[in-house]
């Protein structure tokens, strides 16, 4: 389980989020969808360990980021690859297990390689792969390293609109078998509601938790779900919810700058 409690992210004179409390049970499938400087990133690094609290606490089964992350209980997919250029697929998929201190299991980074759509390629070198291959194969690598918990930081956003589609399956069919925690950040409203068993929408500067829902499509999710009516409205539903909360900030600003244009005014 995931637990934040009143955690506020500070870097200077900006706060980047402020009083999140969420929860988020073992096995879920959550996205984070938001607005460009809405503290999307920043709430994932921090529940990864990457970034320090300000006030507030996370924890990761009851232990600190810290404590998930020596123990290869946390897996992590960026949305550059990281992949070593001199090191075959298969032996960066196998490389954080080794890091870890784990014997890799060779038998099952080849079927995680198959699985994410690779079979025929566990020997080539990134240069020979496209971007949406290799970042198959950093996502093979998350799930070979075992850990419960993946923390995806727009893994797609470099890729076409087909391939992000593909792989948005691939990773559902993924899930389903392995049942891992998975906390995955997006722009892509469609990708979110595709992706979620619950879809949190961030919005504001600082940046706060707008919505929780609860995302409910037929499994298991292919092609067809896009066009289903129930996906639709999920999407448009979760659309409205942050252009509200866009016109509501906005305009929250406005009457901020406005007062401050008055004082101004008197203090002349």
């Known amino acids: 389980m995931i637990d934040l409690a009143d955690v506020t992210v500070r870097f200077d004179d900006v706060t980047a989020i402020e009083d999140v409390d969420l929860r988020i049970d073992d096995g879920e499938f959550v996205t984070v969808v938001g607005p460009s400087g809405c503290g999307k990133t920043t709430l994932l690094r921090t529940i990864g360990g990457l970034q320090t609290p300000t006030t507030g606490r996370v924890r990761i089964d009851g232990k600190p980021p810290a404590a998930a992350q020596a123990g290869a209980d946390l897996g992590f997919v960026f949305q550059r690859h990281t992949l070593f250029q001199w090191k075959t697929a298969l032996e960066n998929v196998t490389f954080l297990r080794r890091l870890a201190g784990e014997e890799p299991d060779e038998t099952d980074a080849r079927a ?100 929780d829902y609860e995302i409910d499509l037929p499994e298991p999710r292919d092609a067809n779900v896009f066009g289903s009516r129930a996906f639709q409205e999920q999407v448009a539903t979760v659309r409205r919810t942050l252009h509200e909360a866009h016109d509501r900030d906005r305009e929250r600003d406005l009457g901020r700058d406005q007062r401050r244009e008055r004082d101004r005014g008197r203090d002349r």
């Open 112 to 211: 995680l390689l198959e699985t994410m759509g690779l079979e025929g390629f566990a020997d080539a070198r990134p240069a020979r792969l496209s971007g949406g291959m290799r970042q198959r194969v950093a996502i093979a690598r998350a799930l070979h390293l075992g850990a419960d918990v993946l923390l995806m930081d727009e893994p797609f956003g470099e890729l076409d609109e087909i391939t992000r589609d593909e792989l948005g399956v691939e990773i559902r069919d993924v899930w389903r078998r392995e049942r891992k925690t998975v906390v995955f950040v997006t722009h892509s409203v469609p990708e979110a509601v595709f992706l979620a068993d619950r879809c949190l929408v961030v919005c504001g500067q600082p940046g706060r938790i707008e919505a």
